[in-house]
Nanobody, 126 residues
């Protein structure tokens, strides 16, 4: 049974930083691409970043480039999202998702968001 447990969210002021984590179990973590997605209040799920199996390749959506970094530790079965220079528009619930596609570029499609955890809330305000 796939389990994804996000943690590390919180409230920060604009310009602040947070690192959110996702502990994975129930599957061979290192065999799968992984995503971070988010959902702002009143909006749908939005793809943020994908990382390949060994962590050597990643892709992030343009408006977080240079601020957010996705990484993974396959020995610990854990996915991370380091978020710097946070903005009020980054306020959302952040989810990790297991990408079942064998094609890296298709992980950003909404059908790959189905297997996700309960999320961790990030609030950016002054």
């Amino acid at each position: 049974q796939v389990q994804l447990v996000e943690s590390g969210g919180g409230s920060v002021q604009p310009g602040g930083s947070l690192r959110v984590s996702c502990a994975a179990s129930g599957f061979t973590f290192g065999d799968y691409f992984m995503n971070w997605v988010r959902q702002a209040p009143g909006k749908g799920l939005e793809w943020i970043a994908t990382i390949n199996r060994d962590g050597g390749t990643n892709n992030v959506i343009h408006f977080v480039q240079g601020r957010f970094t996705i990484s993974r530790d396959n020995d610990k079965n854990t996915l991370y999202l380091q978020m710097n220079d946070l903005k009020p528009d980054d306020t959302a619930t952040y989810y990790c998702t297991k990408c079942n596609s064998r094609l890296f570029v298709t992980c950003r499609m909404s059908r790959e968001f189905a297997e996700r955890g309960q999320g961790t809330q990030v609030t950016v305000s002054s």
